[in-house]
């Protein structure tokens, strides 16, 4: 089992800076990739990027390139999503993930079996 905690969410106007921390816990060893995924209101959750926990692989989604960016500290089994030049359909609800499985797709977060709780994140215009 994994637990997973996000911080980080709130408000800001467009073009502004948000970083997202998500806080992992228990079998971490386990895990292979971590993402990020958001939700808007009556949609399904789609993938905004992800990284592997055993080298260096990220993968950001289109919407999201150049603006946001994934990392972590294995160390601190922690993992960011820093989010630059905010839009307002940035505004969501976005959630942290992790995988146990070696091989995942950032379109598919029935590949992630594990869940934060989520943080809300607004942008204004």
């Known amino acids: 089992q994994v637990h997973l905690m996000e911080s980080g969410g709130g408000s800001v106007q467009a073009g502004g800076s948000l970083r997202l921390s998500c806080a992992a816990s228990?079998?971490?060893?386990?895990?292979?990739?971590m993402a990020w995924f958001r939700q808007y209101p009556g949609k399904e959750r789609e993938g905004v990027a992800l990284?592997?926990?055993?080298?260096?692989?990220?993968l950001h989604a289109d919407s999201v390139k150049d603006r946001f960016t994934i990392s972590q500290d294995n160390a601190k089994k922690s993992l960011y999503l820093e989010m630059n030049s905010l839009k307002p359909e940035d505004t969501a609800i976005y959630y942290c993930?992790?995988?146990?499985?070696?091989?995942?797709?950032?379109?598919?977060?029935?590949?992630?079996?594990?869940w934060g709780q989520g943080t809300r994140v607004t942008i204004s215009s």
């Open positions: 228990g079998a971490t060893s386990r895990i292979y990739y």
């Open positions: 990284a592997s926990t055993r080298n260096a692989y990220t």
């Open positions: 993930a992790a995988s146990f499985s070696p091989s995942v797709r950032l379109s598919e977060s029935s590949y992630f079996q594990y």
